[in-house]
């Protein structure tokens, strides 16, 4: 009984954190979401709109587009730089000349600030001045241009985020291979099983709780970008690279519409939680099985 009162005690000062710097913002931006409130109009006050707000996100095309942007991006991201992590995970396990300077340098584009990343994603993609414009065109006669071309811009946007995160995923990745049981894979080795068999029945489903609390992690990072994407892009050209938050901040900021954006919050905060909660439910029935 007395252990659980230290316990308890020492958590406190964290829950009243949380509970003040967490659960109480949300309470309010949950209460703001049902009010149409211009703090910046000529009529003070909130005006109650009860769910018109909620009403108003089912048809809203600009809302619906990127949301549907941003999981395209999220989906497509994370697929990458889990496949290329565990690629670089496999290789770094292996001893070979040079290997700490390569994990040193590897790491280097992970401590940087998002805001640092796009700036110097905007420097290299600057035409006329940056070099990955140059070389396109030079060795492949591509005009490229973030401004102009919509899919460009997507598709750069997806390259800096994972150049961004894929050192994270194989630093990850690369702690759950080295935490692994060698005599399994040796006495699959020597039972005759090749290297794809050996992957596919003994490597991937002993990664899984990892691969899947990377998952977790990084899906959540790329449902809620903003800060690389708008100094990049600034959500363009046109809405190309509008993503979710870019989108709720100049609901909440420019047009000054706090009601409505309080409301998309919440509503992408639920997709956000619904998303890993299935993620959180398949990686307890994998730590089921695996007891």
Known sequence: MRSNRAGWA?????????????????????????????????????????????????????????????????????????????????????????????????????????????????????????????????WFGIDFRLATFADQAFLTVIVMDVWHWTPFVTLTLLAGLTAMPKEPLEQAQVDGANRWQVFRYLTIPMMMPVLLTVIFIRLMDALRIVDEVFMLTSGGPGTATQFIGIHIYRVIVPKTDYGYGSAMSLMVLYFTIVLCWLLFIALAQVGKQRE
């Open 10 to 138: 020492l958590l406190t000062p964290t829950l009243v954190i949380l509970a003040i710097v967490g659960f109480l913002p949300f309470l309010y931006v949950l209460y703001v979401s049902f009010f149409d409130w211009n703090p910046f109009s000529n009529q003070l006050g909130m005006k109650w709109t009860g769910v018109d707000n909620f009403r108003r996100l089912v048809f809203d095309g600009a809302f619906l587009d990127s949301l549907w942007r941003t999981g395209l991006f999220a989906f497509t991201t994370v697929t990458i730089e889990l496949a290329l992590g565990f690629l670089l995970a496999q290789t770094l396990v292996k001893s070979f000349p040079g290997r700490t300077v390569f994990r040193t340098i590897y790491v280097l584009p992970l401590v940087m600030a998002p805001i640092a990343v796009g700036a110097t994603w905007r420097l290299l993609t600057i035409p006329g001045f940056g070099p990955i414009p140059y070389f396109l065109d030079k």
